[in-house]
């Protein structure tokens, strides 16, 4: 019976299959102001800028925070969706769902119903920014639950910052009902 021990021992390899690490680097956008030699160690660092470890779409940004680094292939529900895209950005759901204005509109009017006003001072980019962050939540996950939140993937969040830009320049990212 030892014997039988002993052979599987040589066939039992643990963590033999490791991922190796990866170094992850920033592109800086305050660097650009600097002079000309920060410039160029900005260029270098953004070359550096790997997102391939945890992309497999080739539409994810870096994201600042490790929880917000997520592919759209790795959410079951938008794989389901995607059908033979290659990224949950390129179906046509998602561009009538979520980066529409006119949908986008009818949507903001049905929030203001439920919520109560908006002030007159938000800016109305950031508002239909967060309505399309509800639309593509309620188009994969449908109904989550109050306090319940998913992470959107990186890919969505990017197109969707692209379209209806902030302002200022800064987003606040993913958020637990609990960081308010």
Same mark, same amino acid.
């Given at each position: 019976?030892?014997?039988?021990?002993?052979?599987?021992?040589?066939?039992?390899?643990? /963590?033999?299959?490791?991922?190796?690490? @990866?170094? !992850?680097?920033?592109?800086?956008?305050?660097? $650009? &102001?600097?002079?000309?030699?920060?410039?160029?160690?900005? $260029?270098?660092?953004?070359?550096?800028?790997? !997102?391939?470890?945890? =992309?497999?779409?080739?539409? *994810?940004?870096?994201?600042?925070?490790?929880?917000?680094? +997520?592919? *759209? &292939?790795? =959410?079951?529900?938008?794989?389901? +969706?995607?059908?033979?895209?290659?990224?949950?950005?390129?179906?046509?759901?998602?561009?009538? &769902? *979520?980066? &529409?204005?006119?949908?986008? $509109?009818?949507?903001?009017?049905? %929030?203001?119903?439920?919520?109560?006003?908006?002030?007159?001072?938000?800016?109305?980019?950031?508002? %239909? @920014? /967060?309505?399309?962050?509800?639309?593509?939540? @309620?188009?994969?996950?449908?109904?989550?639950?109050? +306090?319940?939140? #998913?992470?959107?993937?990186? =890919?969505?969040?990017? #197109?969707?910052?692209?379209?209806?830009?902030?302002?200022?320049?800064?987003?606040?990212?993913?958020? %637990?009902?609990?960081? /308010?």
């Amino acid at each position: 019976m030892t014997t039988d021990i002993e052979e599987l021992e040589f066939f039992v390899q643990p /963590y033999q299959f490791e991922p190796s690490a @990866r170094r !992850v680097h920033f592109n800086n956008d305050s660097s $650009e &102001n600097d002079s000309s030699s920060s410039s160029d160690a900005s $260029e270098s660092e953004g070359q550096l800028h790997d !997102v391939t470890y945890w =992309c497999t779409c080739g539409n *994810c940004q870096q994201m600042q925070v490790p929880r917000d680094r +997520k592919c *759209c &292939n790795d =959410c079951l529900q938008c794989v389901e +969706k995607m059908g033979q895209h290659s990224c949950i950005c390129q179906h046509d759901g998602f561009v009538a &769902n *979520c980066l &529409n204005p006119h949908v986008l $509109e009818v949507s903001f009017y049905e %929030y203001i119903e439920q919520q109560g006003p908006v002030g007159d001072d938000e800016p109305i980019h950031e508002i %239909y @920014r /967060y309505i399309a962050y509800r639309r593509f939540t @309620r188009w994969i996950w449908h109904v989550l639950g109050k +306090k319940k939140r #998913k992470v959107i993937p990186s =890919c969505v969040v990017n #197109k969707i910052r692209e379209t209806f830009p902030s302002s200022s320049g800064t987003y606040t990212g993913f958020k %637990y009902p609990d960081d /308010y």
